[in-house]
């Protein structure tokens, strides 16, 4: 863990890796183990981790979302906002689910469902500086884009 809060996500899998097969009921090492192989870019690995903690206990908190952003950043799109509309089901409170998905929606060009997502987000959090700087901003941009009629899809 303390790999990771250096960002030594590489080292912080391998350890990881290490204490979840030493001790597979910890869901919670599965689910940081997940996090570190994504961010070292092994979203094939973090992919089937993460699916593996969400099947022995699919009520972990931010399992769904983590395995969303696994699938995004693989590019995978469509897997990626299935979970997040999963984990929006299953933590209706987790806002960065609805933060995903909008992204999702966004780089595959549904424009209004990706402002319906940022206003669940914001309905969710309106004060931080996330909303304020990213996620507000994000979704006035969209807005003016589905008024301008311009959906096509964006990178990311």
């Given at each position: 863990r303390a790999l990771a809060g250096t960002k030594d996500w590489a080292g912080a899998a391998e350890?990881?890796?290490?204490?979840?097969?030493?001790?597979k009921d910890e869901d919670q090492?599965?689910?940081?183990?997940g996090v570190a192989l994504r961010e070292s870019k092994q979203y094939d690995e973090a992919i089937a981790v993460f699916g593996e903690v969400a099947e022995s206990n699919p009520k972990i908190k931010y399992v769904y979302r983590e395995l969303a952003r696994a699938h995004?950043?693989?590019g995978d799109l469509d897997k990626a906002l299935r979970t997040y509309m999963k984990a929006?089901?299953?933590?209706?409170?987790?806002q960065d689910a609805f933060a995903g998905a909008a992204l999702v929606y966004e780089a595959q060009g549904?424009?209004?469902?990706?402002?319906?997502?940022?206003a669940k987000y914001i309905q969710q959090d309106c004060c931080s500086s996330y909303s304020k700087e990213t996620a507000q901003p994000k979704m006035a941009e969209l807005k003016a884009?589905?008024?301008a009629g311009d959906t096509a899809p964006t990178e990311g």
């Amino acid at each position: 863990r303390a790999l990771a809060g250096t960002k030594d996500w590489a080292g912080a899998a391998e350890h990881l890796g290490k204490a979840w097969e030493l001790d597979k009921d910890e869901d919670q090492y599965g689910l940081e183990y997940g996090v570190a192989l994504r961010e070292s870019k092994q979203y094939d690995e973090a992919i089937a981790v993460f699916g593996e903690v969400a099947e022995s206990n699919p009520k972990i908190k931010y399992v769904y979302r983590e395995l969303a952003r696994a699938h995004k950043e693989a590019g995978d799109l469509d897997k990626a906002l299935r979970t997040y509309m999963k984990a929006q089901s299953a933590w209706a409170g987790d806002q960065d689910a609805f933060a995903g998905a909008a992204l999702v929606y966004e780089a595959q060009g549904q424009v209004g469902k990706a402002v319906d997502q940022w206003a669940k987000y914001i309905q969710q959090d309106c004060c931080s500086s996330y909303s304020k700087e990213t996620a507000q901003p994000k979704m006035a941009e969209l807005k003016a884009k589905e008024n301008a009629g311009d959906t096509a899809p964006t990178e990311g």
